[in-house]
């Protein structure tokens, strides 16, 4: 294995060869640089794409700060190699190596990967495999990193339960600390790989596969996962912080551009619309928010540390913030004159969105996002996004006339329930929110429609739903291109290809390891750029290996079928998904939960932290008392 310094020396050779060399160079403001000669345990954070996305990860952000503040511990940075230096790193017999040091990845204790999308998967064997680290972890010994992996993807571990030694399932802030310690303890104690995997397994928020045995039926549907040692938890809760930490804020500066250069700040964690498409609504209950003076105090210091121009108040709702105007004006006010960029993204249909950007002061006015996400009042209660066509018209001649040029409108197409009827409502909203841009601006208006394909996704109340097929989401795009042209209107969409693999890869069992493994090995990387996408050699592997993609993606399931993630729980009760998609085909709606609970399973399941943590730091109703305040939730029918 090659030391740092030939990796070093090897690189400097290579760099001049390959696009954009600032890629792999590390040496950027604010890295961390620690020593590795005194003994600390080594994490390697890696995002398996290129640099220029992964560098814009906040959960990574976040865990390389946590990490680094340790004196016993170091964390060091690894990203996918591009094509070219991939060949090159290939040719030259370069292992992956660390940013910060150079030191390949297989020389440290944990190689930790951010699993946020499923499209990723192939990219973290390969980056396995340029490391010289076995990509089976049944296969690795105890000079090999263990191998953890996190992300929202990974609440279905299952299809890449065969590479990864440990996954956390939820959030990383007092886990990953957690995992060093064990990591320590294990290693002082000298005994073997199998006994660290048995203490992580007690760890709360802690997946180990290599403890569990998927079984089936003879249609080839989950009958039960057992447990194959006493100390592996059966569900695994997802792991959550009471109380958001404050915010990170000693951010890396690349010298080269990424997708997001700015300060990301998180303002707050969870959300309480209980859209039924959306997972990442239900796994991250319950809402927590930061307050405005953390923030505030936050995007000073990190503007301080990094230069950065631009900042980014990130959430899944940023209107139901509860000081969200507090939060605009203080900023405002604080920094007034600084001609900040502020984003202020995922705000809901209504004038109040509005008011909040003109606070904010922005001086760009160029485009303002709504998310309908569907383009009939049917349709939207079927989903639970109630928002009425008048109300969603009303707002963008709002937005019109205050000088935005152009509106973005995200819709999905392949809901539940969707008939051909609601695909042409796209078209016909696009063109009415475009007529409501003329009447304000004339022909300078526009609407960019970006049209996505639903996926049903895990811990959803659709779970159970089936997902178009290729012929359906080609003809329902057909239509909208035929509809949705002429001046003043754009139209962009995902291939079916795209949307089939990520339902494959998020609604699959373990059987798809084989698959994801079959694909890599036919040359698979970077699924999720279009232009090395190679969905024949998917196809080829499903063939190899004699599974029926369809079964994951086009059948609807029965309401007590077992799920491959039914072992991982959210505390999300499997009976308030059921309702809740009994009630979509009813077209019943939930209000937002802060208004009324819907005893959806957070408070029985953190019942104890959320007593521990009284008052509004959490928007769910209070726990007083041992038992759960039944008062405060509504009946629940038996299903
Ligand atoms: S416990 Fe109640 S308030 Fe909290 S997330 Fe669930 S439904 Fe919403």
């Given at each position: 294995m090659l030391n740092p310094k030939e990796i070093q020396d090897r690189l400097e050779r290579l760099l001049p060869m390959v696009q954009k060399p600032g890629r792999y160079t590390g040496g950027e403001l604010n890295q961390i640089v620690k020593n590795w000669d005194t003994g600390l345990t080594t994490v390697a954070m890696v995002f398996p794409d290129i640099y220029d996305l992964g560098m814009s990860n906040l959960g990574l952000a976040i865990l390389y700060d946590l990490v680094n503040q340790r004196e016993d511990a170091l964390a060091e940075r690894a990203y996918a190699p591009w094509i070219d230096m991939e060949s090159a790193l290939r040719e030259h017999q370069i292992p992956l190596f660390s940013l910060e040091t150079k030191h390949a990845l297989v020389e440290f204790d944990i190689v930790a990967f951010s699993l946020p999308y499923e499209t990723l998967y192939t990219t973290a064997l390969n980056i396995l495999d340029l490391s010289g680290i076995p990509i089976f972890a049944d296969q690795r010994g105890p000079q090999h990193p263990l191998v953890i992996a996190g992300g929202h993807s990974t609440f279905n571990p299952e299809p890449m339960h065969a590479f990864i030694d440990a996954f956390v399932i939820g959030e990383g802030e007092d886990v990953i600390q957690e995992i060093i310690d064990v990591h320590q303890a294990w290693r002082r104690s000298r005994s073997d790989r199998g006994q660290l995997l048995r203490n992580l397994a007690k760890l709360w928020g802690v997946y180990i596969p290599a403890l569990y045995e998927a079984h089936y039926h003879d249609d080839g549907t989950i009958s039960h996962m057992e447990r194959l040692?006493?100390?592996?938890?059966?569900?695994?809760v997802k792991r959550i912080v009471a109380q958001l930490p404050p915010p990170t804020t000693d951010f890396i500066v690349p010298y080269i551009d990424t997708v997001h250069n700015r300060v990301p700040v998180e303002i707050m964690r969870g959300c309480t619309r209980g859209c039924r498409f959306c997972q990442a609504g239900m796994i991250t209950r319950p809402v927590r928010e930061r307050p405005v003076d953390e923030i505030v105090d936050a995007i000073e210091i990190a503007l301080e540390k990094t230069g950065f121009e631009e900042v980014g108040l990130l959430s899944l709702s940023s209107s139901d913030y509860t000081h969200i105007l507090d939060l605009v004006r203080a900023v405002s006010e604080r920094f007034e004159g600084r001609h900040l960029s502020i984003s202020l993204p995922s705000?809901?249909?209504?004038s109040f969105s509005v008011e909040l950007m003109e606070a904010l002061q922005t001086t760009r006015r160029s485009g303002f996002t709504l998310a309908p996400e569907a383009a009939t009042e049917r349709m939207r209660e079927i989903i639970n996004k109630p928002v009425s066509t008048q109300q969603l018209l009303e707002t963008a001649h709002e937005i019109y006339s205050h000088g935005y040029t152009t509106i973005k409108l995200y819709f999905m197409i392949g809901h539940p329930s969707e008939t051909i009827e609601d695909v042409q409502a796209i078209a016909n909203l696009c063109k009415a929110v475009l007529a409501e841009g003329r009447k304000v601006m004339g022909k300078r208006a526009q609407v960019n429609a970006g049209v996505s394909t639903f996926v049903p996704k895990p811990h959803t109340p659709f779970q159970w739903v089936p997902c178009d097929t290729r012929e359906q989401i080609l003809a329902k795009q057909a239509l909208l291109k035929r509809a949705l042209r002429g001046q003043g209107l754009k139209l962009s969409w995902n291939p079916p290809e795209d949307t089939l693999l990520e339902a494959w890869l998020s609604r699959g069992d373990r059987r798809m390891a084989e698959v994801i493994y079959q694909t890599w090995k036919r040359g698979a990387r970077f699924d999720a750029w279009n232009e090395h996408f190679r969905y024949d050699l998917w196809m080829e592997a499903f063939a190899a290996t004699e599974l029926d993609p369809d079964f994951y993606t086009h059948r609807e399931r029965p309401i007590d079928e077992t799920f491959p993630w039914e072992h991982i729980s959210t505390t999300l009760r499997k009976k308030f998904l059921a309702e809740d998609y009994l009630w979509s085909q009813q077209g019943k709606t939930r209000i937002d939960c802060r208004e009324r609970c819907f005893a959806c399973g957070i408070l029985p399941g953190f019942a104890d932290l959320r007593r521990m943590n009284p008052g509004d730091v959490w928007q769910c109703p209070e726990v007083k008392n041992k038992r759960i305040p039944v008062s405060n939730l509504i009946e629940i029918e038996q299903i």
């Amino acid at each position: 294995m090659l030391n740092p310094k030939e990796i070093q020396d090897r690189l400097e050779r290579l760099l001049p060869m390959v696009q954009k060399p600032g890629r792999y160079t590390g040496g950027e403001l604010n890295q961390i640089v620690k020593n590795w000669d005194t003994g600390l345990t080594t994490v390697a954070m890696v995002f398996p794409d290129i640099y220029d996305l992964g560098m814009s990860n906040l959960g990574l952000a976040i865990l390389y700060d946590l990490v680094n503040q340790r004196e016993d511990a170091l964390a060091e940075r690894a990203y996918a190699p591009w094509i070219d230096m991939e060949s090159a790193l290939r040719e030259h017999q370069i292992p992956l190596f660390s940013l910060e040091t150079k030191h390949a990845l297989v020389e440290f204790d944990i190689v930790a990967f951010s699993l946020p999308y499923e499209t990723l998967y192939t990219t973290a064997l390969n980056i396995l495999d340029l490391s010289g680290i076995p990509i089976f972890a049944d296969q690795r010994g105890p000079q090999h990193p263990l191998v953890i992996a996190g992300g929202h993807s990974t609440f279905n571990p299952e299809p890449m339960h065969a590479f990864i030694d440990a996954f956390v399932i939820g959030e990383g802030e007092d886990v990953i600390q957690e995992i060093i310690d064990v990591h320590q303890a294990w290693r002082r104690s000298r005994s073997d790989r199998g006994q660290l995997l048995r203490n992580l397994a007690k760890l709360w928020g802690v997946y180990i596969p290599a403890l569990y045995e998927a079984h089936y039926h003879d249609d080839g549907t989950i009958s039960h996962m057992e447990r194959l040692d006493p100390a592996a938890p059966l569900p695994v809760v997802k792991r959550i912080v009471a109380q958001l930490p404050p915010p990170t804020t000693d951010f890396i500066v690349p010298y080269i551009d990424t997708v997001h250069n700015r300060v990301p700040v998180e303002i707050m964690r969870g959300c309480t619309r209980g859209c039924r498409f959306c997972q990442a609504g239900m796994i991250t209950r319950p809402v927590r928010e930061r307050p405005v003076d953390e923030i505030v105090d936050a995007i000073e210091i990190a503007l301080e540390k990094t230069g950065f121009e631009e900042v980014g108040l990130l959430s899944l709702s940023s209107s139901d913030y509860t000081h969200i105007l507090d939060l605009v004006r203080a900023v405002s006010e604080r920094f007034e004159g600084r001609h900040l960029s502020i984003s202020l993204p995922s705000l809901r249909i209504e004038s109040f969105s509005v008011e909040l950007m003109e606070a904010l002061q922005t001086t760009r006015r160029s485009g303002f996002t709504l998310a309908p996400e569907a383009a009939t009042e049917r349709m939207r209660e079927i989903i639970n996004k109630p928002v009425s066509t008048q109300q969603l018209l009303e707002t963008a001649h709002e937005i019109y006339s205050h000088g935005y040029t152009t509106i973005k409108l995200y819709f999905m197409i392949g809901h539940p329930s969707e008939t051909i009827e609601d695909v042409q409502a796209i078209a016909n909203l696009c063109k009415a929110v475009l007529a409501e841009g003329r009447k304000v601006m004339g022909k300078r208006a526009q609407v960019n429609a970006g049209v996505s394909t639903f996926v049903p996704k895990p811990h959803t109340p659709f779970q159970w739903v089936p997902c178009d097929t290729r012929e359906q989401i080609l003809a329902k795009q057909a239509l909208l291109k035929r509809a949705l042209r002429g001046q003043g209107l754009k139209l962009s969409w995902n291939p079916p290809e795209d949307t089939l693999l990520e339902a494959w890869l998020s609604r699959g069992d373990r059987r798809m390891a084989e698959v994801i493994y079959q694909t890599w090995k036919r040359g698979a990387r970077f699924d999720a750029w279009n232009e090395h996408f190679r969905y024949d050699l998917w196809m080829e592997a499903f063939a190899a290996t004699e599974l029926d993609p369809d079964f994951y993606t086009h059948r609807e399931r029965p309401i007590d079928e077992t799920f491959p993630w039914e072992h991982i729980s959210t505390t999300l009760r499997k009976k308030f998904l059921a309702e809740d998609y009994l009630w979509s085909q009813q077209g019943k709606t939930r209000i937002d939960c802060r208004e009324r609970c819907f005893a959806c399973g957070i408070l029985p399941g953190f019942a104890d932290l959320r007593r521990m943590n009284p008052g509004d730091v959490w928007q769910c109703p209070e726990v007083k008392n041992k038992r759960i305040p039944v008062s405060n939730l509504i009946e629940i029918e038996q299903i």
